[in-house]
């Protein structure tokens, strides 16, 4: 009972801490790719899976091979113009009115996403700013997102690292930052494959 109360206490504290906010917005929320559910929203999304992630992009780093649904896509122009700053970043979305509690974060490059005026509200499905997710994290974001296709969304990043990307190539990116050894055993079988 008193280590509930106590473990309680802390998560409260946690949460009240601010983080900076490195970008935030409101756009629309898409959905372009899924690791868990190939075949979710009646698609096929293995080709997209097998693409090389922009914050890894000097190295490459596939979606598959991050094995998570977590990767969020964003603007790709301004993640191209500073990769260190966003990249693993955790992402807070908000959409009808409930904020996010999943480990999100900063993975990919968005182009729709850097297409048009930031301040856009009119949804264009060749620019409107807003972020990219996976099907199922769409689909947990907004019951509605695979239907209707795109979905209203406000969002921050914020500055705290739940991936380690490698985005100054030559290196290794070692992953997950509460789960490094998983990364780690999954490239010591890759390069036993190769022997
Ligand atoms: C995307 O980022 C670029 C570079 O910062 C900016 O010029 C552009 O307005 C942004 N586009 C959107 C839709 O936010």
Redesign the pocket.
């Known amino acids: 009972m008193k280590n509930q109360m106590l473990s309680s206490i802390g998560l409260f504290a946690a949460s009240a801490v601010a983080q900076t906010v490195l970008n935030s917005?409101s756009?629309f929320g898409t959905l372009y790719y899924d690791v868990s559910d190939v075949n979710g929203c009646q698609d096929d999304f293995s080709l997209q899976n097998e693409g090389f992630v922009e914050c890894n992009f000097f190295t490459g780093l596939s979606l598959d091979q991050m094995n998570t649904d977590y990767v969020v896509a964003m603007?790709?122009?301004?993640l191209a113009?500073d990769l260190a700053k966003y990249c693993g970043k955790k992402v807070i979305v908000t959409s009808n009115g409930v904020q996010s509690n999943l480990p999100l974060f900063i993975g990919d490059g968005c182009a729709r996403?850097?297409?048009?005026?930031?301040t856009?509200t009119a949804w264009n499905p060749n620019?409107?700013?807003?972020l990219d997710f996976s099907y199922t994290v769409a689909q947990e974001l907004n019951s509605n997102a695979c239907f209707a296709g795109h979905f209203d969304i406000t969002w921050e990043i914020v500055d705290e690292t739940l991936y380690n990307f490698d985005t100054n190539a030559p290196g290794q990116p070692t992953g997950p930052v509460n789960q490094r050894r998983s990364v780690n055993k999954r490239s010591e079988r890759g390069s036993r494959r190769r022997l």
């Open positions: 917005g756009g603007n790709y122009t301004l113009g996403c850097a297409g048009g005026p930031s856009n620019g409107a700013p807003g």
